[in-house]
């Protein structure tokens, strides 16, 4: 599938084009090594997020302790500053079967795509990590943008509609980071650019995924709520993008710098 033929759903989906001015920022050498630290810790915080859903919404703590044991050794590189990032290549498996809840008519589905991008969400970490120690950039602590957040805290706060709202909220993070990475690859050197195209495909069916996940949960019967709801962080997320942002990250707004 062509870049472009890939693209055109996520196109459609999201309300606005990053501005020409984040990515003309986002090029120059200067920002190369914030760009790679905040896309490293985007990996880990997706891979965080997909846990969580499964952790809160599907599995007894025994599946849940099993998921916590996966990420443990990434979640201590970056916090702790403890292991040797070369090993985790190595660390990315789930060694035990997770199970939902026998009273989840939705939870097999849910495992099964979140464990998927699970695994490539870190297998993606592991490749930005190369790419660092490639360019010479050592991992550093940075505070996090408003991006996720500013979406997040429109979450509603009953069930199933807070499960729903997560899930179109996931959807909209990994279509942005699908654009985004195609907006920068024709303007990084070779290397940087292959590797941005290499992940637009994963990127792309994560998008769907958390999609396809919203619709099955909410049923039939509450599509056009769900639209609604789809159509409303539209909205917010393109605000957040086109609105002037002094923190420049990955998934920042229109920088001020």
Partial sequence: MSTEKLLAPINLFLKCETPDEWVKEAIKPENLD??????????????????????????????????????????????????DWRTLGAKNKLTKSVIPKADSPYGQSLIDKMVLLIKEELHHFYQVLEIMDEYGVEYRSITPCRYAKGMLRHVKTFEPDALIDKLIVGAYIEARSCERFAKLAPHVDKRLGDFYISLLRSEARHYQDYLTLAKEIAGPEQSAKVDSRIAFFAEVEAELITSPDNDFKFHSGLPTL
């Fill in 34 to 83: 914030i760009i790679l630290i905040d896309h490293l810790i985007c990996e880990l915080k997706a891979a965080q997020s997909a846990m969580f859903l499964i952790r809160k919404y599907v599995v007894d703590k025994k599946s849940g302790d099993a998921l916590l044991a996966w990420l443990q050794p990434f979640e201590t590189l970056i916090y702790k500053r403890e292991g």
